[in-house]
């Protein structure tokens, strides 16, 4: 029985490298075949990624912000400055994240009994079982995602690409000014 091998077209980095091979061979291109393939990739994600969310009414933000409440543990409540500094919300637009969310009733609003100032986005019973529900399936998604990578692939490419952002971060501070 013969073999048959799977020939692998060129992917749309690919023709760009060739294209520009052939324009400006002078310039070395390989960063491309990294960057251009990671780009590529996250759009193809975060299109996947922002139709699964969306589907059970939530934006991206939001669910970011119900995410966050819910690492937190109980009671699921942080102030808005402990969610921008969450990692993944960003500062700008909390609150109007804040007043989407309490307006579906998944959050609440509540002042710090000791200290009046401080007001806490806590999960209401409703917003932690959509929390857990959207990313129970957010993990599913993720899964199929990587369907083509074995486990070890996957570990590699995660140590790989913490690599690459220490490289960016550490580029920042050699750019010029």
């Known amino acids: 029985m013969a073999e048959r091998r799977a020939t692998v077209r060129p992917d749309a980095v690919a023709m760009a490298i060739e294209a520009w091979g052939r324009e400006r061979p002078e310039l070395d291109t390989s960063p491309l075949e990294v960057l251009g393939r990671l780009h590529r990739s996250f759009l193809r994600y975060s299109t996947r990624l922002t139709a699964s969310i969306e589907r059970h009414g939530l934006s991206v933000a939001g ?3 119900l995410t966050a409440l819910r690492r937190s ?6 102030t808005a400055g402990q969610l921008a500094d969450s990692g993944l919300v960003s500062s700008a637009g909390v609150t109007l994240r804040i007043d989407r969310l309490e307006k579906d009733g998944l959050i609440v609003r509540e ?3 000791d200290d009046r100032r401080v007001v806490y986005s806590r999960l209401t019973p409703e917003g932690l ?3 857990d529900t959207v990313f129970a ?3 599913d998604n993720e ?3 990587l369907g083509e990578l074995s486990p070890s692939e996957c570990r590699q490419l995660a140590r790989l690409l913490r690599k690459l952002e220490t490289s960016i971060l ?8």
Do not use: N
């Open 63 to 65: 669910f970011d912000v």
């Open 73 to 78: 543990g109980e009671p699921y409540r942080l």
């Open 111 to 113: 002042r710090d009994a």
């Open 129 to 131: 079982a959509k929390v």
């Open 137 to 139: 399936e957010h993990l």
């Open 143 to 145: 899964r199929r995602m």
């Open 170 to 177: 550490a580029s920042d501070e050699e750019a010029p000014q």
